[in-house]
C-alpha cells in the first residue's frame, strides 16, 4: 500500500507565483524518504498541502487510500506533522501543548495525559513539563514538535526541516529516535538542508526544483549516478609543483593538500599509483563533500540549463 | 473508548473530546488573566452603579415604572456579556493565527463546526461568567430579580454566541492587533450604548425610535429587561426571532470562511 500518492498536483498562489507544476510524488508505506530541494522549490508547499495548512489549486492527494477532498478526517487522523516553524503558544506549560493537541485528536485526556508523559520522557522533556513554551531551548522546541506530532500515532509522520538549529549531539539522537519510529512501522517524509541526514536515514529520496519533481529514486542509486566525487588529499611532505596527471582533475589548496576530482569509473587507486610515481604521498583522505550534497547540486544545476533550454 | 461502540459513535465521541478540549483550553486561558478579563468589568459596572444609578439616577427618577438603578441593570449585565464574549472569541483567535497555533487546529482531524463551536464556547463561557460578576455586583446595589428566569437565560446565552461569533469573524479577517480593536470601539460601543441600556426608546423622537429599531442590539437589550423587569419596548417574539436570525447567518458566514481557510491557509 501507498502511504502517499499525490498526483499532478498544482499550487498557485494569489501573487501568481505557481509553486508546484504539477507534481506526482508515489511514497511506499513503511519507506523513509527524503524531500530535497533547494529554498524556494516547493517541498514546503507540497507539506503544506497534505498536511491541511495550504489550499490546492489542482490535483489530488491520497494517504493511506484516503482522498484528502473526500476523507478529510481520516487523512488527518493518519497524519503526524513537524513543521519547519515554530508554531506553539508559547505561554502553555510544556505538557500542555502536548495533552491539548491530543484532545484535537479525540484522545479522552487521561490517555492524552498517558501519552504525552511517555514522549516527554522518551525526548528527554519530562523534567520541563510545566516550563513555559517560551523558556525552552530551540533544540527542546524541536523536540516538543515532534512530540506533540507522534501523540495521536500517526502511520505517517512528515518533518519539515526537522533538525534545523539544533545541536549535533541532539540531531544524532533525533535520528536515532526516527529510526526506531521507522523500524516499528512508521512511514516517515522528511525534507532537510542537512543532505547528510536523507543519505544517512532515507532509503528513497525525490528531488524538487522549480516546483517540479526531478527525480525519485533510492538514495544509493541514485548515488550511483553521481558523474564527479571531489576528494581533499593529505600529503606527507610540501608540494614543489602541482603533479600532472592525465585525466584527473587536481587542485593545490595548500602545500600539503590537493582536491582531486574523480569521474565515474575512475579510480581511487589509479589515482595514488600516478601520484607516487611522482613522489606524492598522501597520508590521508576525505569527501570534500556529502556525496548526496555533489549530486544534488549536480542536478539542481542540469535542471536549471535544461528549464533555461526549454525558456530559450 | 469501547472498541464495541459504532463507528459513529466513536466518532462523535472524538467530536465531544475536541470541543471540551477547546472550551477546557479557553477557560483556563481567561481564568489564567483574571485581572483583565473577569476583573474590568465588574469595576466599570460598579462605577456605572455608583454614578449613574446612585448620584446621576436618584435625579433622573423612574423609567417605565421602575427606579433608573433598577432600569439599567439589565442593559448593563448585557453590555458586559456582548463586550466579553466577543473580545474573548476575538483575541484568542486572532493570537492563534498571529503564533500560528492555529495550525495544530487545522492539521487535526476536528471538522470546521467543531472548531468553532469550540471556540465559541469559549467565548459564552466568558459572557457568562463576567455576566453573573456583574450581576452579583447589580444585586448589591438594586433589588431586581429575575422576573422570568426562562427569557433571563436564554437571552443572555443567545446574546453571548451571537456575539462570540461576531468576534470569531473579526479575527478570521484581522491582519493585526489593531484590527481586533477597531470593531468594538466604532462598531459595538455606539450600538450598545444607542441600544437602550440607558433609556427606553419611548423617550425618543419618531424618527429617532424607528431608527433605533434598525440597532439589533436594542432587541437583545429589551429582551433581557422583559426577562428581568418584566418590561420592554419591543415584543419579545421579534426579539427573538432577531437574534436567532442573526445567529444563524453568523454561523453560515462562519463556517464557510473555516472550510475555505480564508485568513488561515494560503
Excluded at chain 1, 105 to 133: H, N, Q, V, Y
Excluded at chain 1, 298 to 307: F, K, N, Q
Excluded at chain 2, 196 to 205: E, K, N, Q, R
Aim: proline share 4%.
Amino acid at each position: 500500500m501507498h502511504a502517499l500518492v499525490v498526483e499532478q498536483l498544482r499550487k498557485v498562489y494569489r501573487t501568481g507565483f505557481e509553486a508546484l507544476k504539477g507534481v506526482d510524488l508515489r511514497v511506499e508505506e513503511g519507506d523513509f524518504f527524503a524531500l530535497l530541494g533547494p529554498n524556494g522549490a516547493g517541498k514546503s508547499t507540497l507539506i503544506g498541502i497534505v498536511t491541511s495548512l495550504v489550499n490546492k489549486t489542482a490535483g489530488s492527494v491520497r494517504v493511506f487510500e484516503h482522498d484528502l477532498d473526500h476523507e478529510p478526517e481520516a487523512v488527518k487522523a493518519s497524519l503526524g506533522v513537524v513543521p519547519q516553524e515554530f508554531n506553539f503558544n508559547l505561554f502553555l506549560p510544556v505538557a500542555e501543548v502536548v495533552i491539548n493537541q491530543a484532545g484535537y485528536f479525540g484522545i479522552p485526556r487521561r490517555e492524552a495525559k498517558a501519552r504525552t508523559e511517555f514522549l516527554l520522557k522518551k525526548l528527554d522533556l519530562w523534567e520541563r513539563r510545566r516550563s513555559e513554551m517560551r523558556l525552552l531551548s530551540g533544540g527542546m522546541k524541536r523536540r516538543l514538535m515532534i512530540a506533540r506530532a507522534l501523540v495521536h500515532r500517526p502511520r505517517l509522520l512528515i518533518l519539515d526541516e526537522p533538525t534545523a538549529g539544533v545541536d549535533i549531539e541532539i540531531r544524532r539522537a533525533m535520528w536515532d529516535y526516527l529510526r526506531e519510529l521507522n523500524a516499528e512501522g512508521t512511514t516517515i517524509i522528511l525534507t532537510t538542508h542537512y543532505l547528510e541526514e536523507a543519505e544517512s536515514l532515507c532509503r528513497n529520496v525525490a528531488v524538487i526544483d522549480h516546483g517540479r519533481i526531478e527525480a525519485v529514486a533510492e538514495t544509493q542509486a541514485l548515488l550511483a549516478g553521481l558523474d564527479t566525487e571531489t576528494f581533499v588529499l593529505n600529503l606527507r611532505r610540501p608540494l614543489g609543483q602541482l603533479p600532472q596527471i592525465a585525466g584527473f582533475g587536481l587542485t593545490a589548496v595548500d602545500a600539503t593538500t590537493l582536491e582531486a576530482q574523480l569521474r565515474r569509473g575512475q579510480s581511487l587507486n589509479e589515482l595514488f599509483a600516478a601520484l607516487g610515481a611522482q613522489g606524492v604521498e598522501v597520508v590521508s583522505m576525505r569527501n570534500k563533500q556529502n556525496r548526496l550534497e555533489q549530486l544534488f547540486l549536480e542536478m539542481v544545476a542540469r535542471g536549471r540549463s535544461g528549464t533555461a533550454a526549454r525558456a530559450a | 473508548m469501547s472498541a464495541r461502540r459504532s463507528p459513529v459513535v466513536q466518532r462523535w465521541y472524538r467530536y465531544w473530546v475536541t470541543f471540551a478540549t477547546l472550551l477546557n483550553k479557553e477557560v483556563l486561558r481567561f481564568s489564567r488573566i483574571w485581572m483583565q478579563t473577569i476583573l474590568p468589568s465588574a469595576i466599570t459596572t460598579t462605577l456605572y452603579f455608583v454614578i449613574f444609578g446612585r448620584l446621576i439616577g436618584a435625579r433622573i427618577g423612574a423609567m417605565d415604572g421602575f427606579a433608573y438603578v433598577d432600569f439599567i441593570v439589565p442593559g448593563l449585565v448585557l453590555m458586559a456579556v456582548i463586550t466579553n464574549a466577543y473580545s474573548n472569541v476575538v483575541s484568542s483567535f486572532y493570537s492563534s493565527k498571529f503564533s500560528r497555533f492555529v495550525e495544530e487546529l487545522l492539521v487535526s482531524p476536528a471538522p470546521p463546526w467543531v472548531i468553532l463551536a469550540g471556540f465559541v464556547a469559549g467565548g459564552v463561557a466568558r459572557g457568562v461568567v463576567v455576566g453573573i460578576v456583574v450581576m452579583l455586583v447589580a444585586m448589591l446595589f438594586t433589588n431586581v430579580t429575575p422576573y422570568n428566569l426562562a427569557v433571563t437565560l436564554l437571552v443572555f446565552v443567545l446574546t453571548a454566541v451571537l456575539f462570540a461569533l461576531g468576534g470569531f469573524i473579526n479575527a478570521v479577517f484581522a491582519n493585526s492587533f489593531d484590527d481586533i480593536s477597531i470593531v468594538p470601539t466604532f462598531v459595538l460601543t455606539p450600538l450598545t450604548y444607542l441600544g437602550g441600556v440607558f433609556y427606553s426608546i419611548d423617550m425618543l423622537p419618531p424618527f429617532w425610535q424607528w431608527a433605533s429599531k434598525l440597532n439589533p442590539v436594542l432587541y437583545m437589550v429589551n429582551a433581557f429587561r422583559y426577562g428581568l423587569l418584566g418590561t420592554a419596548d419591543i415584543p419579545l417574539s421579534i426579539a427573538f426571532i432577531i437574534i436567532i436570525g442573526f445567529i444563524v447567518v453568523l454561523v453560515l458566514i462562519s463556517l464557510t470562511l473555516l472550510k475555505r481557510g480564508v485568513g488561515i491557509k494560503q
